[in-house]
C-alpha cells in the first residue's frame, strides 16, 4: 500500500520561505517521478513542480519558477519543495504524487499541507 505524507507547511508571511517534505513508502521510490502540487480555495489544482526519479531533470510552473526548488533524496524516499521569495498567492493546499514524470500521470497522491501567506 503506497502511502505519501506531507509536511512543513504552516503560517508565513510575505517573503518568507517554507520547506515542505513528502516521505514515500510501499513501493520502490527511486523509480517514480515526483511531483507538487496545489489547490487554493475555490479554485481548481493546479502543477507546481516535477523531479525525474534520478533527479537530474525537473520542471516547473512558470508562477513558481526561480523561486521554487524541487529536490529528492532517494536514500531517505523523500521529495522536497523549497520555497523562497513567497507570495500572497502562494497561499494553497500542497500535495504530493508519485507516477510517471515524462507523461505526467500521477498514479499516488497525498493528503496535503496547508500553506499560508499572509501579506
Known amino acids: 500500500q503506497v502511502q505519501l505524507v506531507e509536511s512543513g507547511g504552516g503560517l508565513v508571511q510575505a517573503g518568507g520561505s517554507l520547506r515542505l517534505s513528502c516521505v514515500f513508502s510501499?513501493?520502490?521510490?527511486?523509480?517514480?517521478?515526483m511531483g507538487w502540487f496545489r489547490q487554493a480555495s475555490g479554485k481548481e489544482r493546479e502543477f507546481v513542480a516535477r523531479?525525474?526519479?534520478?533527479?537530474?531533470?525537473?520542471v516547473y510552473a512558470e508562477s513558481v519558477k526561480g523561486r521554487f526548488t524541487i529536490s529528492r533524496d532517494n536514500a531517505k524516499n523523500t521529495v522536497y519543495l523549497q520555497m523562497n521569495s513567497l507570495k500572497p498567492e502562494d497561499t494553497a493546499v500542497y500535495y504530493c504524487?508519485?507516477?510517471?514524470?515524462?507523461?505526467?500521470?500521477?498514479?499516488?497522491w497525498g493528503q496535503g499541507t496547508q500553506v499560508t501567506v499572509s501579506s
Open positions: 504524487a508519485g507516477g510517471d514524470y515524462f507523461r505526467a500521470k500521477w498514479d499516488y
Open positions: 510501499g513501493r520502490t521510490f527511486s523509480t517514480y517521478g
Open positions: 523531479i525525474r526519479w534520478s533527479a537530474g531533470s525537473s
